[in-house]
């Protein structure tokens, strides 16, 4: 499905196969988590007007290559197969002037920009390939290869860890003291809301968990909302910070402040939530690092059975 190196060698007959063109894309991750199509640009060599008129060369006929025999000793002769002289190795033979219209200076060949539209599937993952037929470089006497599109998800302040979404979250002291409510920003359009209860952060570095508010899964399903918090102490002087050991025992206030981003017109409010370890941290990483390979894996074995589904424009 990714094509080959057809022509690179071998005894076969018929017209080579260029390279395969390579190109990354970056995605978005809101188009990643909602699904739809993507308009790429690419550039590649073409063949220009004259070498459209090209003739199979009568010598090699069209394969660019030709078999020789030599006599390497005594009743011992060796095959080797090289370049074929009439055509250059190109297969085709132009007669005629050069072609004026495109400035091509003999080579028939011509860069141009085109554009193709890419399906992005829900769920797709960095280093994921998609295949685009016949969109390599053009050759004189030669099949264009295949346009190989590398998947890579746009750095955003969201990232992604396999199933689940991840933020980092810078908190004041006071906020963790008296209690807030998180605004945090979602691939899905809205604005994920968060409480933090008064005195629930059990360290200065935690991380907290919204259930079901990740990437979606088949089913129906959701992974989970990471939310890293990392609180800066302020620094004090040893009366302020007498003072903000008395000011412990006050009650907090009754609307707690919001912190992160402005929120949307469009609010979700995180009902089930969580603490979670360093360990289990580590763990979540590891595990997305395994889910992100088997979701490549078993992408590769849709396309080798569907085929490719990109369409040129």
């Known amino acids: 499905i990714f094509g080959g190196m057809g022509g690179m060698g071998g005894m076969r ?32 060599n073409v063949k220009c007007p004259a070498g459209e008129k090209g003739k199979t060369c009568h010598v090699c ?36 002037p050069r072609c004026s219209d495109c400035n091509c200076s003999g080579s028939y060949l011509k860069k141009v920009v085109e554009s193709i539209e890419i399906p992005i599937e829900i769920g797709m993952d960095t280093s994921e390939t998609l295949v685009a037929p016949g969109k390599s470089h053009e050759a004189l006497g030669a099949v264009p290869g295949d346009l190989l599109i590398e998947i890579e998800v746009a750095p955003s302040k969201v ?52 259930k079901g508010h990740g990437m979606p899964l088949s089913g129906q399903t959701y992974g989970d909302y990471l939310v890293e918090l990392n609180v800066t102490f302020p620094h004090l002087s040893e009366e302020e910070a007498i003072k903000a050991s008395e000011a412990l025992g006050r009650p907090a206030s009754s609307t707690p402040p ?20 360093a360990a289990d941290m580590s763990t979540r990483r590891e595990r997305a690092s395994q889910q992100a390979e088997r979701r490549r894996h078993r992408r590769e074995q849709q396309q080798q059975q569907q085929g490719p589904q990109c369409q040129a424009q």
């Not at 970056?26 to 988590?33: F, G, Q, R």
């Open 61 to 96: 006929q069209g394969t660019g290559t030709v078999v020789r025999t030599m006599q390497v000793g005594p009743g011992m002769i060796q095959q080797m197969q090289s370049a074929c002289d009439a055509c250059k190795g190109a297969g085709t033979i132009i007669s005629g």
């Open 13 to 44: 007959r018929g017209p080579k196969k260029t390279q395969d063109l390579h190109m990354k894309v970056k995605i978005p991750l809101e188009k990643i988590y909602k699904g739809g199509v993507e308009s790429v640009r690419f550039t590649r």
């Open 258 to 277: 919001t912190v992160g981003e402005q929120p949307s017109s469009d609010t979700t409010q995180a009902k089930r939530m969580e603490y979670m370890s």
């Open 159 to 210: 990232k992604r860890l396999g199933n689940d979404l991840f933020i980092s979250q810078q908190l004041q002291l006071r906020d963790v003291l008296g209690g807030c409510t998180l605004n945090l920003p979602h691939p899905s359009g809205k604005t994920l809301q968060a409480v933090i209860k008064p005195g629930s952060v059990p360290s200065p570095t935690s991380t907290i968990i919204l």
